[in-house]
């Protein structure tokens, strides 16, 4: 009985461990179009990830400097084009890494 208990208790608990998915800038450098975009894995699990949560919101932590902004700002566009809504997506700098863009999926 205790044992059961416990069992319940942490499969009730949420998972405090947050998917990190990640763009590359090599990645990002090949032509763009729809289909491309939906297939690639990181974007394809970020966005399935943001749409099993209702609340939640998709964080960019893009690179910093102007070609990091200027990055992290064309694939919002690509985000909001394929249909996720504006108010979902956070962008915030210093992803840790040069020449890539963290996607995180937050519960708000």
Do not use: N
């Amino acid at each position: 009985m205790i044992t059961r208990l416990f069992l319940l208790s942490i499969c009730s608990l949420p998972l405090s461990a947050e998917t990190v998915w990640t763009l590359s800038a090599a990645d990002w450098a090949r032509p763009r179009h729809g289909e491309w975009l939906v297939a690639h894995p990181a974007l394809q699990g970020a966005l399935e990830g943001v749409q099993r949560s209702p609340r939640g919101l998709l964080q960019l932590r893009y690179p910093g400097g102007d070609e990091g902004v200027l990055w992290v700002e064309e694939l919002q566009a690509w985000l909001v084009a394929l249909g996720l809504e504006s108010e979902r997506i956070e962008t915030l700098p210093g992803s840790g890494a040069e020449a890539a863009i963290q996607l995180v999926v937050i519960e708000k």
